[in-house]
């Protein structure tokens, strides 16, 4: 399978509750709804719900930087490359 035939890198977020912090300051300093920021970045409002509600775990590469475009930050501070060496992601145990 070439470059070209493969599938779109996907990007999962690294925890729901630092996407809801950096939304609460964006890069600009400022705050942004989810559905401003689904606006924002050209992706369903549905899409940044679930993210931000842990339903949804990943999204693809175009999407991961739109997000972290509008959210005024890096990539990396908010997705991790699920593709990338054969990762995988292992969501962050949590003490019970």
Do not use: C, N, W
């Amino acid at each position: 399978m070439s470059k070209e035939d493969s599938p779109p890198t996907r990007y999962a977020v690294a925890s729901a509750d630092r996407l809801k912090l950096l939304m609460e300051r964006t890069g600009t300093g400022e705050p942004i709804t989810s559905r401003e920021l689904a606006e924002k970045a050209g992706v369903a409002h549905g899409t940044i719900g679930a993210l931000m509600a842990g339903q949804q775990r990943t999204v693809p590469e175009e999407k991961a930087k739109a997000i972290a475009a509008a959210l005024g930050i890096d990539l990396l501070v908010l997705f991790v490359p699920m593709e990338r060496a054969g990762r995988v992601f292992i969501p962050a145990q949590v003490a019970v």
